[in-house]
């Protein structure tokens, strides 16, 4: 018998031909209809390297290497035509070190000398014709492979590509996106069956009942009170998006100021849509780290028992959470690696990156999306240089996985023409609010420009407002002020250069201030310089902190970003004749280098009353994207082949996976030493002990890479061998205003 793993507990042995018709079982499972077959296929031939003697010697416990990946994408070769073997041997050949780059026939290496498939291939066949124990023709015994249909394969991967503009590149892109998508049926099968085999699994599965969760949310909208004319209006408007929950769509759009409501009311309608439509799962796509924790305190809040929620971050480990049942902790931690879930709140970076990864880890989940419902909060901010991929993926998403999409969005760019121009034609898309005109009542600013300022002339007149927030573009700059801002009354500093545990602390301070300042004074009438409270804040403020100021002033950037401190001034539409600034520095020091947006923003004051007019923000981003077309085309998988003269027998999975970043990775996270906990857990560093990344990340500030050399150069970093950044040198950090660079005292 030919083995494919031992239980190293019992010392049990699977077989590798039940191993494979196990896997090849739940990839066609997992499947849509159109590639079941083809996945079976996959699934069966995927471990066909096992069957060859050095494959057992290893698995029987000699220390030896063995390639058995690369056998099943051979097989695939001798026994299928060009679509189907290309497909099944990406699928197999990657599906333990991750899909790799197919080449060019004249290729043989990438620069890191890593073996292209074709070349890993030709290695391969080489070496069983050398060595009768590399040999692998014994699966034939046991396997029998299906036979395949090449034609209707090749017509279902042109199905979506016919109608097309460009009929290469579509092509291209599509027949990348259901690589991936075979690969991630195979990978989640094998996993399942390995770890079910090897008791390495567990059986537990997250649940969540929408009936009931939708129940809940019913309750809580019924609750508002609907008396003002904005409280009626806010009725209004979602009434109009639930009106349309019983229309079928690919693609729907929520379009709704800030204050309506338009978090609960996406809750609402995803749920709707789940029961109506019998979906397994919805999908709660975040653009930030730092508002996953509150959404997702949210949620817990209103469900309570009725939804057990996944949460998927980078900066969060179920592993660290020992409070939670052990089950129930081993099931969310297993589901964060397959989305085997019914409610997930997740990052853009992870959802998008996963989807145009080559790695068997971040692309288990992609087949998990099918039949679910999307959500897109601020679906705005997509990265521009990525915003075709990012729209491809969900289109594909929605077209072959049964799936639908709500973006969500107060500033909403005309999303309709650009999924029309950058996605698959036909998708049927639906917005769910049509009449505007309620719009206006929630705009509780008006929004004006200062010009240049000089940063006294900007104190004083923050310093006329009971509360202000001064929002900069430059961390250094926001510090800069608060220093130069007078003793009087209260100021905060809030910026990366802060840990998320201090900023948290100074956040709650900051609101119970505003809160006695509103008690004491009401109408922030006669407020004594004293009391007084002035914030200056970088973007981070922008989302997620909900404060609100009497008067908001932003230095001029994007019209997204001008619309989202606004946000911050008069929120609770208390005040009449609120006012949002925006403003330059006279200062040559402090002014901030002029970009697109800001240009554009400019021009958008000169030509509008006001900045929250729909035709403003739309021409605002259509002017925008038009400036940036290359941009916007330019981060394609087909767009990337271009760059490199390569075609679709050559799509360079590992390659393109590589340079896919939705974050340019230009900044370092740096552990300060605070208290207690954070000392224990820099020694743990220090002693190569394991770390909590989660507790770890309160304790974290951010630089970018050039301070971060600064701070070496100071001598005041050490990474102990771990690669995680921690100070040295607490005087290199201070509670109000975080980790300074600037200091001079050269440690020799």
Excluded at 38 to 48: E, K
Excluded at 93 to 99: E, P
Excluded at 182 to 206: K, M, P, W, Y
Excluded at 407 to 425: K, S
Aim: hydrophobic residues 35%; proline residues 2%.
């Amino acid at each position: 018998m030919y083995i494919a793993h031992i239980n190293e507990r019992t010392g049990e042995t699977q077989s590798v031909r039940e191993h494979s018709e196990n896997v090849a079982a739940l990839c066609e499972q997992f499947s849509i209809p159109e590639l079941k077959r083809l996945s079976y296929m996959i699934g069966l031939a995927h471990d066909a390297g096992k069957y060859c003697n050095y494959f057992q010697k290893k698995i029987n416990g000699e220390n030896i290497r063995v390639d058995h990946s690369t056998a099943g994408a051979i097989v695939a070769k001798r026994y299928y035509g060009p679509a189907v073997s290309m497909i099944a041997g990406l699928c197999i050949a990657g599906h333990h070190a991750g899909i790799p780059d197919a080449g060019l026939p004249g290729d043989a290496y990438r620069e890191d000398h890593a073996p292209i498939l074709r070349t890993r291939m030709a290695q391969k066949e080489k070496r069983c014709e050398r060595d009768a124990d590399e040999n692998f023709e014994a699966y034939r015994k046991e396997i029998d492979l299906p036979k395949i249909d090449e034609m209707e394969i090749g017509k279902f991967l042109i199905r979506e590509c016919i109608t097309q503009k460009n009929r290469d590149d579509a092509a291209i892109d599509n027949f990348a996106f259901i690589v991936r998508y075979c690969f991630s049926c195979l990978v989640d099968a094998d996993s399942i069956d390995t770890g079910t085999f090897c008791e390495t699994r567990t059986e537990d599965i997250l649940q969540a009942d929408f009936q009931k969760c939708l129940d809940k949310v019913n309750r809580r909208l019924d609750a508002f009170v609907c008396e003002t004319e904005l409280q009626r209006a806010r009725s209004r408007l979602q009434k109009q998006a639930f009106t349309k929950a019983g229309q079928d769509a690919e693609i729907y759009l929520m379009h709704m100021p800030t204050g309506s409501g338009k978090t609960l009311c996406s809750v609402k309608f995803a749920l709707q849509r789940a029961i109506a439509k019998k979906k397994k799962r919805i999908i709660y796509v975040i653009p930030y780290n730092n508002i996953i924790d509150q959404t997702a305190a949210e949620f817990e809040k209103i469900f309570g028992e009725d939804a057990q929620i996944l949460r998927h971050q980078s900066s969060f480990s179920y592993e660290d959470m020992e409070d939670l049942d052990e089950d129930y902790r081993n099931a969310l931690k297993n589901g964060t690696e397959n989305w085997d879930a019914p409610l997930i709140i997740t990052t853009a970076v992870q959802f998008f990156e996963s989807l145009h990864s080559n790695k068997r880890g971040k692309l288990r989940k992609l087949h998990n999306l099918a039949d679910s419902i999307l959500v897109f909060d601020e679906a705005h901010l997509m990265p521009m240089a990525y915003l075709q991929p990012c729209l491809q993926a969900v289109s594909y998403v929605t077209r072959y996985l049964n799936s639908e999409a709500l973006f969500l969005t107060a500033t909403m760019p005309d999303f309709e023409t650009l999924l029309r121009q950058y996605t698959i034609t036909g998708d049927k898309i639906l917005h769910l609010i049509d009449d505007t005109k309620d719009f206006a009542l929630f705009e509780k600013c008006s929004f004006e420009q200062l010009g240049a300022l000089s940063a006294e002339a900007l104190l004083r007149k923050a310093g006329d407002a009971a509360s202000a927030l001064i929002v900069t573009n430059s961390k250094r700059t926001a510090r800069k002020l608060y220093e130069l801002a007078d003793a009087d009354g209260d100021k905060y500093y809030l910026s990366t250069y802060l840990t998320a545990l201090d900023r948290k602390e100074i956040i709650k301070k900051i609101r119970e201030k505003l809160k006695a300042l509103e008690n004491d004074f009401p109408g922030l009438v006669n407020v004594p310089e004293d009391r007084k409270i002035r914030i200056f804040s970088t973007s981070l403020i922008e989302a997620g902190v909900d404060l609100d100021l009497e008067t908001v002033f932003r230095e001029m950037t994007g019209l997204d970003s001008i619309l989202q401190s606004g946000g911050r001034c008069n929120r609770e539409g208390k005040r009449e004749d609120a006012v949002t600034y925006t403003f330059s520095f006279a200062d040559e020091e402090l002014r901030s280098r002029e970009t697109e947006a800001s240009e554009l923003a400019q021009g958008m004051f000169a030509k509008y009353d006001q900045i929250t007019d729909s035709g403003c923000i739309r021409e605002y981003y259509d002017r925008l994207f038009g400036m940036n077309l290359e941009k916007i085309t330019g981060n394609t998988m087909s767009s990337y082949c271009k760059k490199n003269g390569l075609n679709i027998e050559s799509l360079p999975f590992r390659s393109y996976a590589e340079k896919f970043h939705l974050i340019d990775d230009k900044t370092e996270s740096i552990i300060v030493p605070q208290d207690a906990e954070s000392r224990r857990l820099i020694e743990s560093i220090r002693y190569q002990e394991h770390v909590s990344s989660r507790k770890l990340q309160k304790y974290a500030c951010t630089v970018s890479k050039k301070e971060c050399e600064e701070l070496m150069k100071q001598g005041v970093l050490n990474d102990y061998g771990r690669g995680i950044w921690c100070l040295t040198n607490e005087n290199y950090y201070n509670q109000e205003t975080g980790i300074r660079i600037e200091l001079t005292d050269y440690i020799l």
